[in-house]
């Protein structure tokens, strides 16, 4: 439906991160999607790490740092679970931990400038592995593409590589 019109389709593919949860309710097959908190920094050294030519993504202990260009650097990110009472609330100190968990095995980064930080919720599935790729159970033709938490970015493109497969 949308709005009061019945729209007919082929093939229907939920991807709607959070959004994942009420659509599939109206479908009567429900799938449980909840928010996790992230949260990561920007910062930037006077020299970029190692070869300007050669920035690769590194990752260790579960920190990420991704080089962005002109020596500034992306580095994450917090896991962040939603309170008693559902919420889910930025915790600096949680930041902070990333920021010396990320230095301490990048020690050059304890002279960059913070830039900038931020956060967002991330889509996680609850009592099944992240993603949800594929069938929406009952259905032949509701496809799943959702649930990717932390790798939304990251998989995005093997993810449609797989609901094109499932189509053809």
Same mark, same amino acid.
């Not at 389709?9 to 992230?38: C, E, F």
């Given at each position: 439906?949308?709005?009061?019109?019945?729209?007919? /389709?082929?093939?229907?593919?939920?991807?709607?991160?959070?959004?994942?949860?009420?659509?599939?309710?109206?479908?009567?097959?429900?799938?449980? /999607?909840?928010?996790?908190?992230?949260?990561?920094?920007?910062?930037?050294?006077?020299?970029?790490?190692?070869?300007?030519?050669?920035?690769?993504?590194?990752?260790?202990?579960?920190?990420?740092?991704?080089?962005?260009?002109?020596?500034?650097?992306?580095?994450?990110?917090?896991?962040?679970?939603?309170?008693?009472?559902?919420?889910?609330?930025?915790?600096?100190?949680?930041?902070?931990?990333?920021?010396?968990?990320?230095?301490?095995?990048?020690?050059?980064?304890?002279?960059?400038?913070?830039?900038?930080?931020?956060?967002?919720?991330?889509?996680?599935?609850?009592?099944?592995?992240?993603?949800?790729?594929?069938?929406?159970?009952?259905?032949?033709?509701?496809?799943?593409?959702?649930?990717?938490?932390?790798?939304?970015?990251?998989?995005?493109?093997?993810?449609?590589?797989?609901?094109?497969?499932?189509?053809?």
């Amino acid at each position: 439906m949308l709005g009061d019109e019945a729209i007919d /389709v082929d093939w229907l593919v939920v991807a709607a991160g959070l959004g994942s949860t009420p659509l599939t309710t109206q479908l009567a097959k429900s799938i449980d /999607v909840r928010p996790v908190l992230g949260q990561a920094l920007q910062l930037k050294l006077a020299n970029p790490l190692g070869h300007r030519e050669f920035q690769p993504v590194i990752t260790g202990d579960d920190i990420h740092l991704v080089p962005i260009g002109d020596g500034e650097y992306w580095v994450g990110a917090t896991v962040e679970f939603p309170n008693q009472m559902g919420e889910v609330i930025a915790q600096a100190e949680l930041l902070e931990k990333v920021r010396q968990d990320a230095i301490a095995f990048c020690p050059a980064l304890a002279d960059a400038t913070i830039i900038r930080t931020w956060s967002g919720v991330r889509p996680r599935p609850e009592g099944i592995a992240a993603p949800i790729i594929g069938h929406l159970e009952g259905y032949n033709n509701v496809l799943l593409a959702t649930g990717h938490y932390r790798n939304g970015v990251l998989l995005a493109p093997a993810t449609a590589l797989a609901i094109r497969e499932i189509i053809l």
